[in-house]
């Protein structure tokens, strides 16, 4: 599984590479049986979890901020109810 080392939080020009390591973290994570797993590996997968959900919630944040600047324009619904 990719370490959470190797995720970096989207800004407004994410690159290939974040989305790629955030990749490698969920496909790990869907790979993760931790009915055996060891301390390290218990912490290494939660630190992937935090690390997959920070970058979700990132994309969120872009994703609301443009519905508001489309919605400004007359090009979109209220982002209250999007």
Do not use: C, F, Y
Not at 46 to 70: N, P
């Amino acid at each position: 599984m990719a370490t959470v080392s190797q995720v970096h939080t989207p800004t407004a020009g994410a690159t290939d590479k974040s989305t790629t390591d955030v990749a490698s973290l969920v496909a790990g994570l869907l790979g993760e049986s931790l009915e055996q797993a060891d301390r390290d590996t218990v912490n290494a997968t939660l630190r992937a979890v935090h690390a997959v959900r920070t970058w979700l919630d990132a994309v969120e944040i872009r994703a609301a901020r443009r519905v508001r600047q489309l919605h400004d324009a007359g090009r979109a619904d209220s982002p209250v109810t999007t």
